[in-house]
């Protein structure tokens, strides 16, 4: 994997992490490496879908250990259709390297399973998923650090 590939993973996990000081760096980092705009906005969108997907997926199972009476108190952001997330199968390889490590960022299970799976079909190696988790864990633990610095 090269150095723009795995910048345009930085900046979806960075947006996935929510650490906002990591997605400065790795944007600017991205940019110098030739990523172009368009590709910055996806590779962004790529982590708010999974996020959003993660926190779709958690609704149903929170409302029943809360007790169904407290649905009026939360509110769903989105609907969960079919093939809506930014990981659907057409994906690039890339983007799909890239929803393995948001997945892996929101601690979503499902949604990593399933873009492990896509990445597969779109052509990408273990040895690549391990590099975008590795990207992941490290931007995890430096949004972490950061917020920790911080209380």
């Given at each position: 994997m090269n150095h723009r590939d795995r910048e345009f993973i930085s900046v979806g996990v960075s947006v996935a992490a929510g650490c906002e000081r990591c997605f400065e760096v790795h944007v600017k980092e991205a940019r110098s490496q030739g990523v172009s705009e368009e590709k910055l906005a996806q590779s962004?969108?790529?982590?708010?879908n999974v996020r959003e997907h993660a926190q779709a997926i958690m609704h149903e199972p929170g409302l029943l250990v809360l007790g169904r009476k407290l649905a009026q108190l939360v509110t769903r952001t989105g609907e969960d259709e079919e093939g809506?997330?930014?990981g659907a199968p057409s994906a690039t390889r890339i983007e799909e390297l890239?929803?393995?490590a948001c997945a892996f960022a929101v601690n979503c299970e499902t949604s990593l399973e399933q873009h492990q799976a896509n990445a597969r079909l779109a052509g990408a190696t273990d040895e690549e998923m391990q590099e975008a988790i590795r990207i992941s864990r490290f931007i995890k633990g430096k949004a972490d650090s950061l917020c920790c610095k911080r209380i």
């Amino acid at each position: 994997m090269n150095h723009r590939d795995r910048e345009f993973i930085s900046v979806g996990v960075s947006v996935a992490a929510g650490c906002e000081r990591c997605f400065e760096v790795h944007v600017k980092e991205a940019r110098s490496q030739g990523v172009s705009e368009e590709k910055l906005a996806q590779s962004m969108n790529i982590g708010l879908n999974v996020r959003e997907h993660a926190q779709a997926i958690m609704h149903e199972p929170g409302l029943l250990v809360l007790g169904r009476k407290l649905a009026q108190l939360v509110t769903r952001t989105g609907e969960d259709e079919e093939g809506s997330e930014a990981g659907a199968p057409s994906a690039t390889r890339i983007e799909e390297l890239t929803s393995v490590a948001c997945a892996f960022a929101v601690n979503c299970e499902t949604s990593l399973e399933q873009h492990q799976a896509n990445a597969r079909l779109a052509g990408a190696t273990d040895e690549e998923m391990q590099e975008a988790i590795r990207i992941s864990r490290f931007i995890k633990g430096k949004a972490d650090s950061l917020c920790c610095k911080r209380i």
